[in-house]
């Protein structure tokens, strides 16, 4: 007896989500479809010339762009940034070094500290018996 597998489909923006994409930014068609767990295995695996420039020039989703700039996303929000960003605007956010993004690096880096800290604290907790 065979099994019939049914093909899994996407929205648009949870596809862009997966690709690190801002769905506004994408063609028409991309946003107008669904999109297939194949479909996306092969943008992923073999990205076209549209897929390959956002996400060299953008614009970015705010995801990308707190990566880039090593702060969360709600640091990005309390900085005032709310929009996706080109990659051009987030290198001269880089260069200028507003307060709020010193303050939000520092914050994340402590975020990232007290993470490690939890995490070797449960590592040295003995295991239950």
């Known amino acids: ?17 997966k690709l690190g994409v801002y769905l506004p930014a994408t063609p028409a068609e991309f946003q107008e479809g669904v999109v297939t ?6 943008l992923q695996a073999n990205p076209p010339e549209w897929l390959r420039e956002l ?5 970015h989703p705010r995801p990308v762009v707190a990566a880039r700039l090593g702060v969360s996303i709600a640091g990005l ?3 005032g940034v709310t929009e996706a960003l080109t ?3 987030i290198e001269e956010l880089r260069e200028e070094q ?3 993004l ?6 994340q880096a402590e975020v990232r500290k007290e993470t490690a800290r939890i995490k070797q604290k449960n590592a040295e ?3 239950p018996s």
Request: hydrophobic letters at 20%.
């Open 87 to 89: 990659t051009e605007q």
């Open 55 to 59: 996400r060299r020039t953008g614009p």
């Open 1 to 17: 007896m065979k099994s019939h597998q049914s093909t899994q489909t996407m929205k648009p923006a949870t596809a862009a989500k």
């Open 77 to 79: 929000a309390r900085g």
């Open 98 to 100: 507003p307060d709020w």
């Open 125 to 127: 907790r003995p295991e």
């Open 102 to 107: 010193e303050k939000e690096r520092a914050t």
């Open 37 to 42: 767990r194949t479909e996306l295995n092969e």
